[in-house]
């Protein structure tokens, strides 16, 4: 009933609210909004009154129907915002506007429901539905407002945040700012992270590939591309970042673009640890268990403490050389003369190695889920050890036990 009665109101309601406008200055009673090149979305020029019309009728519909789909009407009211900017327009100015038209919804409904001789909560009802649906418009105006008055690259940064940090951002947004930068939502993404050397110039993102979205403000600098990544694109971003570092994550889908971020961000922490070989351009796919055995590392470290803790009882000296051969057993659960031609020592050095291992391990070298759990950390913490991190593991917070020096017999 109310619904209807708003129908038999809307255009004299339409007609006040362009009065009221007008009068205030806000848009013209008759303002058509022109294409642009920067914003292929805005198409040929509409009448406001018409772009009134459909969103009224939307809300009445919508009374009944909350699922009647809005998409149309909201890129409408987001040209609006658009051309509010190139004409310029205040965002100030904008609001106000809306601030006009909710008076004016306010007053219909009270007019309808007194009327009608509807009950008082009825209204409430109504007008929170109101409330929310100009709401939802002014959204897309103030959207389509920084669009048109912010330089496209901004914009194509702020698509990158969209879409490496979904939770922090309306579902709606990815679209509209795709549109905006004219960029083609791909399904598969892959991101990249640009570790930059001092005093080696950067190039601007606007050199890079148009498929390529990209903020090099960050620490590290942040990348995303379609995937799987082209070969063309890939030759141009090495190119174009030539003295720098890359690391190039795997290919995800669009939603999980984060994820890429976060291996390819790890693969380059990784390079300074030693535990993955510096190169200027890294690929993630290639160190796929590294990152996995890495992607904890304080786990990594608990794990450590409890299946190595008869290793870490040993010298640095003796600790590395055992945990060399442990790891080769592990692998290939070898002979010693095996483990020999492969350790490049002596079959009885092997032999012995292998006896002083049963010996600290006990039990535990017998169980296949120990084992397992022994290789996984050895894997993880050997390339450290390596790389002179060797006490990440010793000093742990209230472990006594001490170190038994072996080296002698260990050889």
């Known amino acids: 009933m109310l619904a209807a009665r708003l129908g038999y109101e809307r255009d004299a309601l339409i007609e006040r609210l362009l009065a009221t406008l007008a009068d205030q200055q806000q848009f013209p009673p008759h303002s058509h909004f022109p294409a642009g090149p920067e914003y292929p979305m805005v198409a040929s020029a509409v009448p406001l009154r018409r772009w009134l019309t459909q969103a009224f009728d939307l809300f009445v519909c919508q009374l009944t129907d909350p699922g009647a789909p809005a998409h149309a009407v909201h890129e409408r009211f987001r040209r609006i915002g658009v051309v509010h900017a190139r004409a310029g327009r205040s965002l100030e100015s904008l609001r106000s506007g809306y601030q006009l038209a909710t008076t004016a919804v306010w007053r219909c409904l009270q007019s309808a429901t007194t009327e009608l001789r509807l009950p008082a909560g009825v209204l409430g009802v109504w007008l929170a539905a109101a409330f929310e649906f100009l709401d939802s418009l002014c959204e897309r105006s103030v959207l389509g407002y920084r669009q048109g008055s912010s330089p496209l690259r901004g914009w194509r940064q702020r698509l990158l945040d969209t879409i490496l940090w979904p939770e922090h951002h309306p579902a ?240």
């Open 172 to 411: 709606w947004l990815l679209g509209q700012l795709a549109a905006a930068g004219n960029w083609p939502v791909p399904q598969h993404v892959v991101a990249v992270a640009v570790r930059v050397t001092p005093g080696v110039p950067l190039p601007g993102t606007s050199g890079l590939p148009a498929c390529v979205l990209g903020d090099l403000r960050r620490a590290p600098g942040v990348l995303l591309c379609p995937a799987p990544l082209d070969e063309r694109v890939r030759a141009a971003l090495v190119d174009a970042f030539a003295g720098h570092t890359i690391a190039i994550g795997c290919p995800v889908r669009l939603v999980d673009a984060a994820a890429s971020l976060r291996w390819a961000t790890r693969c380059l922490e990784l390079t300074d640890g030693g535990v993955i070989e510096r190169r200027p351009v890294l690929d993630c796919a290639e160190h796929r268990a590294l990152l996995w055995l890495h992607a904890e590392p304080l786990l990594r470290k608990q794990l450590g403490h409890s299946v190595l803790a008869p290793l870490l009882e040993q010298a640095p000296h003796t600790r590395r050389i055992l945990a060399e051969t442990l790891l080769a057993w592990l692998e290939t659960r070898g002979s010693a003369p095996a483990l020999a031609a492969q350790l490049g020592k002596h079959a009885q050095t092997v032999r012995y190695r292998l006896r002083r291992l049963h010996e600290i391990f006990g039990s535990d070298l017998e169980d296949a889920e120990r084992c397992f759990e022994i290789y996984l950390v050895l894997r993880a913490s050997m390339p450290l050890w390596e790389g002179g991190q060797a006490e990440e593991l010793v000093s742990q917070p209230g472990r006594s036990g001490t170190r038994r020096e072996a080296a002698s017999g260990a050889r």
